[in-house]
């Protein structure tokens, strides 16, 4: 059920990761780390492959650091040519009123613009301004 064994037993991991909270499998992931000198991620990329390595590995981002993983999502659908007009729209309003000045501050951290200037400098007119002010909260 995991590295060095012949085959991937999918379900192993999957049961891992649905069965226990967060904070228990960042534990985990510690661990993991600790026995095998090596992040958790590094395992499953080369034990798993397509959509189901990919679903994995966007859960574990979450799970470690989930400001980061959304800040994450929020860049890719504003990077590179055009815009991914749904992806931004959805992920700002789905996480406006959950942590959304947690995810400004990753987004801030990581990539050394605001989240507000990053759309600023995407979008445009009132979808723009509708946005940011989403984005900033009724707190600013």
Known sequence: ?????????????????SAQNYNQLRLIFNEYQKVSGHPIE???????????????????????????YFAELLYNSMKGFGTRDTDLIRLVVTRSEIDMADIRSAYQQLYGTSLGQAIASDCSGAYKDGLIAIVKGFYH
């Open 42 to 68: 590094q395992a499953i990329a080369a034990e798993f492959s397509g959509d189901i390595r990919d679903g994995l590995l966007a859960i574990i981002k979450s799970i470690k650091n989930r400001p980061a």
């Open 1 to 17: 059920a995991g590295e060095a064994r012949l085959g991937t037993d999918e379900s192993a991991f999957i049961a891992i990761l």
